[in-house]
């Protein structure tokens, strides 16, 4: 497992890349990251696809609404799963967390839009306070955990209307 936080997001993401790539280490390598900025371009997402195709990998992005730094360098991909995290709304309601996967090259043009338009720059400025630190991620994890404890990794990349392909079970 590689983990980390904003910058040391990123670095597990590179990092886990690497060690996915590497034969001495037992498959398959999780990458459970917080707002990690992106690390790669076209290229990149697609070679982290491969390695999820062979169970190689296994990559989980969790971003807070509106928090910038995972929005950071337009051009940059996101790969893997997305969750977004959300906080109270106005009358104390709080929309369940989004989960998104990155590699599906069958994903239709409105749910690509919409995940584009989450992950720009632009919806996620924020006016209304930091957004970044590790007690908001902490707090809004506990808001949608019911939904979130529904899951776990394996389960979504076995779940081909998500990633658009399928996996044999016994490669994990």
């Known amino acids: ?5 904003s ?4 670095l597990s993401t590179l990092a886990a890349f690497f060690f996915a790539c ?3 280490i037992p498959k398959p390598v999780s990458c459970v990251n917080f707002a990690a900025p992106r690390v790669g371009k076209g290229n990149f997402l697609k070679a982290i696809c491969c390695l999820e195709k062979t169970a190689n990998i296994r990559m989980l ?4 609404d509106n928090d910038s730094v995972p929005t950071s360098f337009p051009g940059y991909q996101h790969v893997g799963f997305q969750v977004i995290l959300y906080k109270k709304g ?9 989960i998104a996967y990155a590699g ?7 749910s690509r839009a ?3 338009w989450n992950n720009g720059m632009i919806s996620n400025i924020n006016f209304n306070g930091y957004e970044h630190g590790g007690a908001t991620y902490m707090e809004r994890i506990e808001l949608g955990k019911d939904l979130l404890q529904k899951h776990s990794l394996n389960e979504l990349y ?3 209307k998500i990633v658009g392909y399928k996996i044999q079970k016994e490669l994990i």
């Not at 992005?61 to 807070?64: D, F, S």
């Open 7 to 10: 910058l040391g997001g990123a």
């Open 1 to 5: 497992y590689v983990t980390g936080h």
């Open 61 to 64: 992005r969790v971003n807070n």
């Open 158 to 160: 076995f779940d081909e």
């Open 22 to 24: 590497e034969t001495d």
């Open 114 to 116: 919409v995940r584009g």
């Open 90 to 98: 106005w009358f104390g309601g709080v929309d369940d967390p989004d």
């Open 104 to 110: 599906n090259e069958d994903e239709d043009w409105f």
